[in-house]
């Protein structure tokens, strides 16, 4: 058992320095990874075959299918790692099937009103009398941080990843890295989003500067998705917004709108940063204002003229 820990110890130094996963991959690998080898251990067995069916079969027990596709996609790539590096005689995946159903899901959205009254009434809160200079700071940085998600439809955890040089207010992007250290490059083009990041950054150069995060908390670290979180809550009960809104609603909201401006997929893929057009395919499953508006103007039942006496 002590050597099974220590080749996946192994494996995780090669997908941090090799694969340059980021840190929220590498923490998610080691749990999943971790709950197996206890599996094992428990049940005091090998990591074959016969042990992952058993232990597949306690995922789909205890959690969501997306959660378990994902747990099984961890293992089946340790032991890719092993078949590769000889570190074993068979991979047990090589006959085991792991396809399973899933429940389709449409991502959920932000009307755009909604949006239009949470931006708003952070920038009335900018100019409420009697406020210190600390707080209409922090209102600067809740402002920054909702424009961005919505302006670009960036992940939460990218949006607090970003570091000093990966934001760009003079050449107007922001330079992202996503899942799989893949790099792209969101152009900021809107002329009140850009003005909310620059207010931001004069108000914390010095905090910036010291965390080396663009986006900081009030103790002057690197903000965490879980603020981020909060933020948004606070403006949803100040509302009265009936609705549960998340940092990701912003980016499904970004995606779906864009596509009903008949904005080509592909661009909005790149936008996202997916790998595979798939992914992306699911928003044109959410923009049934779109196509309300296809159906009513472009389809030729509408030139029929039949029933006019």
Known sequence: MQNFKTKISTYLKYCETQKKLNHKTLKAYRIDLNQFTEFIKEKNSEPNKETIQNYIALLHNKHKSKTVKRKIASIKALFAYFEYEELIETNPFTKLKTKFREPFTLPKTIPIDIIKIILRTAYVELNQKGITQFQYNVILRNLAVMESLFATGVRVSELCSLKVNEVDLDSQYMRINGK??????????????????????????????????????????????????????????????????????????????????????????????????????????????????????????????????
């Open 180 to 309: 799989g250290s893949k790099e792209r490059l969101i152009q900021i083009e809107n002329k009140d989003v850009l003005l909310a990041l620059k207010n931001y950054r004069i108000a914390f150069v010095t905090q910036i500067n010291q965390c080396g995060y663009f986006f900081v908390n009030k103790l002057g670290n690197r903000l965490s998705e879980q603020s981020v979180r909060f933020m948004i809550n606070k403006y949803v009960k100040k509302c009265n917004i009936p609705i549960h809104i998340t940092p990701h609603m912003f980016r499904h909201s970004f995606a779906t709108l864009l596509l009903e401006e008949d904005v080509d997929i592909r661009y909005i893929q790149k936008l996202l940063g997916h790998s595979s057009i798939v992914t992306t395919q699911i928003y044109t499953h959410v923009t049934s204002k779109k196509q309300k508006s296809i159906l009513a103007s472009k389809h030729p039942r509408n030139k029929f003229l039949l029933n006019k006496g």
